[in-house]
């Protein structure tokens, strides 16, 4: 699989496989009656298929609660002679107290049953208070990639105006930031802002690229990912993949199905010209039913704060 080189010289696969999302534990065990604590064979199975197909990177957090499945496929698709751990990149995140990093990669790899993880983010800025929060969860970052436990370290969901904080007192720079990406959710200048801020070179990850095809229909956007669909003989989710990969952006994916997990793999048999790109870029400027998108993680932000402002008032 095609890879990117991180600004700390190791290589990420450009295509992961999700485990959040549709596979999120207690979304799931809410929907099945399940016991959420319980490993989930349906999540291990997905995750095994994946890995079977090819799928080198693995993408999870604290929050999804299946870090222990992926445990579970990791082990066994190792047993069967599919991979060995070095050829999977494995990602996961922090999602809870940023005051207890060192907890938290401990208790992750215990899940994982690693002894350390490709990559290691702090999942969401949203969850600290101010500025001098970030730096010390970004120090305590630090300290993970030395003593070795993460091979890299990142954010996810950061503005520039949280990457600028944390840059002005890293010793060691993120290597990516993870963030919902898609024609028409850009983020202003994040990602090229991340790129050159103090020449560090923060690559970026998307997820929820597939919002043209999935979530933000009909939009803009259909014609042209129509067309450029029947150019290359594909279907337009992975013209929404290609468009993320053609930019140097790694994409995160899942799905349940096998079917279009395979297909997606396919993202590296065909290549969009720069023209392509500009133009799904362009169009996807246009608005959306006539409203500017909210990033989903400060939806998610606002909707806390409104219950916890509706807590208080009680
Ligand atoms: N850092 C963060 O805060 C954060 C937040 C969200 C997600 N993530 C990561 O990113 C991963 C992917 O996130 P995402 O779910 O937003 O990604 P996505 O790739 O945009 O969407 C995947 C979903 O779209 C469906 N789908 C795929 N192709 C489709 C098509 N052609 N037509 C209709 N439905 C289609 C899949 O369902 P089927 O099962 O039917 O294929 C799946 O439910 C997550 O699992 C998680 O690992 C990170």
């Known amino acids: ?161 949280h990457l600028s904080a944390t840059l002005a007192t890293a010793r060691i720079p993120p290597s990516i930031n993870q963030i919902e990406f898609h024609p028409y959710m850009r983020q202003g200048d994040v990602v090229p802002v991340a790129f050159s801020h103090s020449h560090s070179n923060i690559a970026t990850s998307a997820y929820g690229a597939l919002a043209p095809v999935t979530r933000n229909i009909p939009g803009p956007l259909d014609q042209t990912l129509e067309s450029l669909a029947k150019k290359y003989g594909v279907s337009t989710g992975l013209i929404c993949l290609r468009w993320c990969i053609d930019q140097d952006i790694v994409v995160i994916t899942t799905s349940e199905k096998e079917t279009r997990m395979k297909e997606y793999l396919t993202v590296f048999d065909f290549k969009l010209t720069d023209g392509e790109v500009q133009e799904i870029s362009d169009r996807g400027t246009e608005s959306v039913g006539g409203k500017e998108l909210v990033p989903r993680v400060i939806r998610y932000y606002r909707s806390l704060k409104e219950k916890d402002a509706g807590g208080k008032a009680q």
């Open 1 to 161: 699989m095609s890879t990117l080189t991180l600004n700390d010289g190791a290589s990420i696969p450009l295509l992961a496989y999700g485990t959040g999302t549709t596979l999120l534990k207690n979304k799931r065990s809410r929907a099945t009656g399940g016991d959420p604590m319980a490993l989930d064979r349906t999540v291990i199975e997905h995750i095994k298929t994946a890995i079977r197909l090819g799928y080198r990177h693995l993408d999870t957090a604290e929050m999804y609660q299946t870090e222990p499945e992926t445990r579970v496929a990791i082990n066994e698709s190792i047993a069967e002679g599919i991979v060995k751990r070095e050829d999977l990149f494995v990602t996961t995140k922090i999602s809870s107290n940023f005051t207890q990093v060192q907890n938290a990669i401990d208790a992750s790899l215990k899940n994982l049953g690693l002894a350390y993880v490709d990559l290691y983010l702090l999942h969401s800025p949203y969850w600290t208070d101010s500025d001098a929060d970030l730096q010390r969860a970004w120090k305590d970052m630090e300290a993970v990639k030395e003593s070795g436990k993460a091979r890299s370290i990142g954010v996810s969901n950061y503005s520039q105006t």
